[in-house]
């Protein structure tokens, strides 16, 4: 899911010696994947989608939200709203 080209230098403590590397006047390099508060925000962001009830116009509708919370879209009953996120790829999940 990060397919992120981030890398940063592994301190000394997290360094991995190589394969067959048994000198210890010889370093390894190591490096790992760092996530950033941004990546963990945007979790989700285009796989679920929350259904929950609301009221659109003085009419009681399921309205469907993106994970950051933008509305995007309703629908009159809670099986039409879940088979529309269903549609678009997007898991779907209940908010009361």
Known sequence: MFDRDIKTKASDRDVVPAPGNTTETESATATRETVTSTDLA??????IAYIKQAVVNDEEVWAIFSASGEAI?????????????RQHD????RVH
């Not at 945007?42 to 796989?47: A, D, K, S, T």
């Not at 009159?76 to 996120?85: K, Y």
């Open 73 to 85: 879209g309703a629908a009159q009953t809670f099986d039409q709203a879940w088979g529309a996120v």
């Open 42 to 47: 945007r979790v989700g962001l285009n796989e």
């Open 90 to 93: 997007m898991e779907p999940a």
